[in-house]
């Protein structure tokens, strides 16, 4: 049973590096770049780091009950640091809204 959950971590970890690099690129594509500044760009690569220690940690642990507590420990920093960095206003979208609101 711990094999699988390792393999799952394994999984949901290397999904997840990936979505972060396409997310990477994609602002790259879209914006021109990485706005380093960003709430959600600072919250991603804290969660990066915190899921790359949960994964070692729980490699390293036999102890299913302890697994699961660092699961849930990093689902809810997921939830909190996104909550935490609240949405985004791009620079388009404000321009936009600035020029409606004079009309």
Request: hydrophobic content about 55%; overall charge positive.
């Amino acid at each position: 049973m711990v094999k699988q959950k390792r393999s799952c971590i394994a999984i949901i970890f290397s999904l997840f590096i990936v979505a972060t690099i396409i997310g990477d690129i994609t602002s790259v594509l879209a914006w021109g770049g990485l706005n380093w500044s960003e709430p959600r760009f600072n919250a991603t690569i804290i969660i990066s780091l915190v899921s790359i220690s949960v994964y070692f940690i729980s490699t390293a642990m036999d102890d299913p009950r302890i697994i699961s507590f660092l699961g849930i420990g990093l689902a809810i920093s997921v939830w909190a640091l996104m909550i935490k960095s609240g949405n985004i206003m791009h620079a388009i979208l404000t321009v936009r809204w600035m020029v409606e609101k004079e009309k």
